[in-house]
Nanobody, 126 residues
Framework: QVQLVESGGGLVQAGGSLRVSCVAS????????MGWFRQIPGKEREFVAA????????TYADSVKGRFTISRDNAKNTVYLQMNSLKPEDTAVYYC???????????????????WGQGTQVTVSS
């Protein structure tokens, strides 16, 4: 079992930056691909970004490409999401997720992830 705990959410003005973190415990972190998803109340959860087990491959949703950067530090069992040029439409609860059997093709798909954090709220004011 893997436990995931997100932190770093908060309130930021449009155009600002925020970095959210997710610390994993319980199993070997480097065995897992990691993803970030987000959800607005009343809407389905959507893919944001993902990173391979060694950080060598990353992928992003079109809506955040060029503004967000996902990275990981396997020595610290932590995955990060650096969010720049934030927009009000980025307001959501952000969740990190871990998957042991994810391929590059399935990284944007929720069903590939076995473990989820509790989420952290990010609010961008206009």
């Amino acid at each position: 079992q893997v436990q995931l705990v997100e932190s770093g959410g908060g309130l930021v003005q449009a155009g600002g930056s925020l970095r959210v973190s997710c610390v994993a415990s319980g199993r070997t972190f480097s065995n897992y691909a990691m993803g970030w998803f987000r959800q607005i109340p009343g809407k389905e959860r959507e893919f944001v970004a993902a990173v391979s087990w060694n950080g060598g491959y990353t992928t992003y949703a079109d809506s955040v490409k060029g503004r967000f950067t996902i990275s990981r530090d396997n020595a610290k069992n932590t995955v990060y999401l650096q969010m720049n040029s934030l927009k009000p439409e980025d307001t959501a609860v952000y969740y990190c997720a871990a998957g042991a059997y994810i391929t590059i093709a399935t990284m944007p798909e929720e069903r590939g992830y076995d473990h989820w954090g509790q989420g952290t709220q990010v609010t961008v004011s206009s």
